[in-house]
C-alpha cells in the first residue's frame, strides 16, 4: 500500500481483556517496528521484526505482550489481562531496509477503562 | 520565548520567524540521526535526516546541525509557517542496530 496502516484507529478496552492491533506495511518492506507512545512522550520501542523473524522484543513491558509476523507482512501487538498502564497510542512503523527509510503509520489509541 | 510545559517544552513563535528545535543525545556510538513532525492524531513524519559523518544538511526551509562533540543537534525551519506547528522529534540509531530512540520532543507553536 501507500503508506503504513494500522487498525483499529481507537481501541477502548475493560481492565482485564484482552486486545489485538493490527499493523500492515509498506508493500514489500523487510522491517517492521512497534512503538509504544505515552501521552505527551517520544514513542518507545517495544520489538523489531525482519521478514518473519522476531529479532529484537527487549522493549516489551511485560509477558503480557505478545508480537507476530507469521509471514513477513502483516503483524499483530497482542496485550493480554489490559492494565490501565498499557494506555497509549501504539505505534507501528516498517523500513526497506535495517537503517533507513522508517514511515510510521497514524497509530492505534488503546485506553483501559 | 521558550518553556518547559508539564510534559513538553514549547517553542512558541510568530509566522514568518525563523524556528529553531534543539536535541540532545547521550549515546556517542549514535551514527544516525532524523527529526520527526507529530501533528495531532497522527504517527510521526520524516522531516530530514543526518548521518554521523556530516555536520550540517539542508532540505526545502529545513536544516539539521550535528555536533557530535557535545552530542546536540538542532533542527531550523525558515519562515515559520501555521502548518509548521506540531511536536518535533529527534531520534538516533546505533551503528549496527535498526531501532530508532526517539528524544522527548519539543512542541512548536505558529502564531498568525
Known amino acids: 500500500g501507500a503508506g503504513v496502516s494500522q487498525s483499529p484507529r481507537y481501541k477502548v478496552a475493560k481492565r482485564g481483556q484482552d486486545v489485538a492491533l493490527r499493523c500492515d506495511p509498506i508493500?514489500?518492506?523487510?522491517?517492521l517496528f512497534w512503538y509504544q507512545q505515552a501521552l505527551g512522550q517520544g514513542p518507545e520501542f517495544l520489538t523489531y521484526?525482519?521478514?518473519?523473524?522476531?529479532?529484537?522484543k527487549s522493549g516489551l513491558p511485560s509477558d503480557r505482550f505478545f508480537a507476530e509476523r507469521p509471514e513477513g507482512s502483516v503483524s499483530t501487538l497482542k496485550i493480554q489481562r489490559t492494565q490501565q498502564e498499557d494506555s497509549a497510542v501504539y505505534l507501528c512503523?516498517?523500513?526497506?531496509?535495517?537503517?533507513?527509510?522508517?514511515?510510521f503509520g497514524s497509530g492505534t489509541r488503546l485506553t483501559v477503562v | 520565548g521558550e518553556s518547559v510545559g508539564l510534559h513538553l517544552p514549547t517553542l512558541s513563535v510568530q509566522e514568518g520567524d525563523n524556528s529553531i528545535i534543539n536535541c540532545a543525545y547521550s549515546n556517542s556510538a549514535s551514527d544516525y540521526f532524523i527529526w520527526y513532525k507529530q501533528e495531532s492524531g497522527k504517527g510521526p513524519q520524516f522531516i530530514i535526516d543526518i548521518r554521523s559523518n556530516m555536520d550540517k544538511r539542508q532540505g526545502q526551509r529545513v536544516t539539521v546541525l550535528l555536533n557530535k562533540t557535545v552530542k546536540h543537534l538542532s533542527l531550523q525551519i525558515a519562515a515559520t509557517q501555521p502548518g509548521d506547528s506540531a511536536v518535533y522529534f529527534c531520534?538516533?540509531?546505533?551503528?549496527?542496530?535498526?531501532?530508532?530512540?526517539f528524544g522527548k520532543g519539543t512542541m512548536l507553536l505558529v502564531s498568525p
Open positions: 531520534a538516533d540509531l546505533l551503528a549496527g542496530y535498526s531501532t530508532l530512540t
Open positions: 521484526f525482519q521478514n518473519e523473524a522476531q529479532l529484537d
Open positions: 512503523a516498517s523500513s526497506p531496509g535495517q537503517s533507513y527509510g522508517y514511515t
Open positions: 508493500s514489500g518492506h523487510v522491517s
